[in-house]
């Protein structure tokens, strides 16, 4: 087949818009047909068959005949189509050792229909674009299933969201593995389904797809855009939302955790402002993992004036190879600060340098860690304190002695946060957006009030600041950092790993639509 018989074949159906309309399938797929100077094998069993329907002259041989127009052009209509009275060029008679011409279709077999539609989809079929099947296939947590995520999540068939004027229906190529997951599942430190108080939850507070349905007021987002999610919502209506910070609102959510509708099932209900434009240079699983991440660690570093990142800062960042971690890390490396990784196994000490950090410090080497000891009991409290100066020094072999650090990176909690706040300088901040090792959290008062210390809760990002986020991948000057990839059927097993703390540095992603990891647009997901 040649590009000019590609062209013939789509002139036979008036136009490269027809023949997408007709199959139910992005214009861009018919394109790339003639860029390539082919029609996959099942696309050409759908034309004949529309072909037939329509009263269309089209043959299986048509696909390999060479394109000789009579009257010299290409691209254009053949003669028939045309109306003339010459006849259709014959299809070229195969020569010994040379190809044969086998029919695509066999008499009374099936036809593939795409314009066909229906209420349920496996994992992986793509719906004719635009098509929102009455139910869908979800990874959900019931409340009498709270446990380990491997119990806790089951996949069920439960039916497709509606959406309002202002939201959006996005079906999921991929979707990230986050700890708010995992706290579903287990019901632990509370419920999602007693806050939203949905008969079931789906977790996903990441996802990268396509624009699948818009509401009446949606006007900045189209069917067929390609999107990633970030996972703040809020109501819109008070003051926080109207000049202030959205995630200061009283109405103010995570979507996939204190709301039913995450991103581990074919599609997702998001509100519009929720939508930012997909980097075209990642993988859809490489889109689906990053988003929550990457904002949190954005506005732990830009979000809390005066305290914001500087050139020349230095941060110290626990985790430095984990999620949070390591976006924080390129983030700071991206804007001219110097960022000090703290890993707890020296197999990540090259990984967390390689992200640009200045220096990593093993916590294995230290005898520091958890809640810190009374400071009136002044044997334990002096071992600790000299623990916390050892690290303390450690830092200052990157910094220069007596330079503490401007900025702390703090979500394990309970484990490190009181070496936190003794480290940061003299009014300096440390910032915290988890409590993975702990919800407890003790600190000696003295450093806090004596030195001007601020202790900074923060929580995901706004529009504004994930916009900004959005803007490093966009650029190229952050990488998603995606350490594993995993299949639809292993979405429990992911959060297992995470919960055990066993997964690979970085952000791990699954598939949902995406039938494989590297595709990189939505016509290959259609043609696969």
């Known amino acids: 087949m040649s590009r000019q018989n590609v062209e013939r074949i789509i002139a036979k159906f008036g136009s490269q818009q027809r023949v997408a309309e007709l199959l139910g399938i992005w214009q861009t797929a018919i394109s790339g047909w003639v860029r390539r100077g082919a029609i996959p094998a099942r696309r050409q069993e759908e034309l004949l068959a529309i072909a037939r329907r329509e009263g269309i002259p089209l043959e299986p041989s048509d696909f390999f005949a060479e394109t000789v127009a009579a009257n ?37 077999a099936p036809m593939v229909n795409r314009i066909a539609t229906k209420d349920l989809y496996e994992v992986g079929e793509i719906p004719p674009l635009g098509h929102v099947p009455r139910n869908m296939w979800a990874w959900v947590v019931r409340k009498e299933r709270h446990g380990e995520p491997i119990t806790a999540m089951q996949q069920e ?24 997951a995992v706290w579903a599942a287990l019901g632990i430190p509370i419920s999602p389904l007693d806050i939203h108080k949905q008969p079931f939850h789906i977790a996903g507070s990441d996802a990268a797809g396509i624009v699948w349905a818009v509401g009446s007021k949606v006007k900045r987002w189209k069917v067929g855009d390609e999107v990633v999610v970030h996972c703040n919502q809020d109501d819109g209506d008070d003051e926080e939302c109207n000049g202030g910070d959205p995630m200061l609102s009283p109405s103010q959510r995570i979507w996939g955790f204190d709301t039913a509708d995450g991103g581990l099932a074919q599609f997702c209900r998001v509100q519009s402002r929720q939508l930012m434009p997909r980097p075209k240079h990642l993988t859809w699983e490489e889109s689906g993992c990053y988003v929550l991440t990457l904002a949190t660690a954005y506005r732990m570093l830009f979000g809390h004036p005066p305290h914001t990142l500087k050139p020349g800062d230095n941060v110290l960042v626990w985790g430095a190879a984990g999620g949070v971690g390591s976006m924080a890390i390129q983030i700071i490396a991206a804007s001219g600060a110097n960022a000090i990784g703290v890993i707890s196994d020296e197999d990540k000490r090259d990984f967390v340098l390689s992200l640009g950090a200045k220096a990593v410090i093993n916590r294995r080497q230290f005898d520091c860690w958890g809640e810190m000891p009374d400071p009136m009991d002044k044997e334990a409290y002096g071992r600790w304190l000299a623990e916390v100066r050892k690290f303390g020094k450690a830092i200052w072999d990157v910094t220069g002695k007596g330079n503490d650090v401007d900025l702390v990176i703090e979500h394990p909690g309970a484990a490190t946060f009181p070496v936190s706040a003794f480290v940061v300088k003299r009014g300096g901040m440390v910032v915290i957006c988890g409590g993975t090792s702990g919800y407890k959290l003790t600190l000696d008062a003295r450093y806090l009030w004596q030195r001007q210390k601020r202790m900074q809760g923060s929580h995901f990002a706004n529009l504004k600041q994930a916009m900004a986020a959005n803007r490093f991948v966009i650029n190229r000057q952050v990488d998603p950092c995606m350490s594993e990839v995993f299949p639809w059927a292993d979405i429990p097993r992911a959060h297992m790993k995470m919960w055990k703390n066993q997964h690979k540095p970085g952000n791990m992603a699954v598939l949902v639509q995406a039938r494989r990891p590297g595709m990189r647009t939505f016509e290959e997901a259609i043609e696969e």
């Open 157 to 180: 068939v439960v039916p497709t969201h509606e959406i309002g004027e202002d939201e959006c229906l996005v079906m999921v190529m991929a979707s990230g593995v986050n700890y708010n």
């Open 72 to 108: 010299g052009t290409t691209g254009g209509p053949g003669p028939a189509a045309a109306g003339s009275s010459a006849p259709a060029p014959a299809p070229a008679t195969p020569q010994t050792g040379g190809a044969q011409v086998i029919p695509i279709h066999r008499e009374g």
